[in-house]
């Protein structure tokens, strides 16, 4: 096999398994919250903020599943697209690479609100501990 398909496939592999890992960290920090946090009534208090951090982590889990969920898609787009050009099959090889081209900037914007939301989770949650001490 060539270096370049060996870097390739490093890169896919490594990529593939810090999706998992990052989606499996907030399932793990969902679960934790849903189950330690106190929650109240909605309104200008602690809880509430608690409960914003829990949905930022919760949709950031959402987006984590839509970017795995994208990046498969892309694999298999990306077979087609090899495929349809060792045949030699204009047709599918030009309808491969547009599909991939459609998914590639989904995949990429789920990866920036995945990240985003962690962000914003983290600093409600933050936001929340500091509130309750000196509030």
């Not at 809880?47 to 970017?67: C, I, M, N, P, Q």
Request: proline share 2%; net charge positive; aromatic share 16%.
């Amino acid at each position: 096999m060539s270096r370049n398909f060996e870097m390739h496939r490093s890169y896919s592999e490594a990529q593939d398994r810090f999706d998992n890992f990052v989606l499996a960290g907030l399932l793990a920090v969902c679960a934790y919250l849903g189950q330690g946090n106190p929650y109240a009534p909605i309104g200008l208090n602690t809880e509430t903020v608690y409960l914003l951090s829990l949905a930022s982590f919760v949709l950031s889990a959402l987006f984590g599943f839509k970017r795995i969920e994208y990046v498969i898609v892309g694999y298999r787009l990306n077979y087609q697209l090899l495929d349809a050009r060792e045949k030699k099959n204009q047709d599918r090889e030009d309808e491969a690479r547009s599909k991939l081209e459609e998914v590639k900037p989904k995949a990429e914007r789920y990866y920036k609100l995945r990240n985003a939301l962690m962000f914003v989770g983290l600093s409600f949650y933050v936001a929340a501990k500091y509130w309750a001490v000196y509030a």
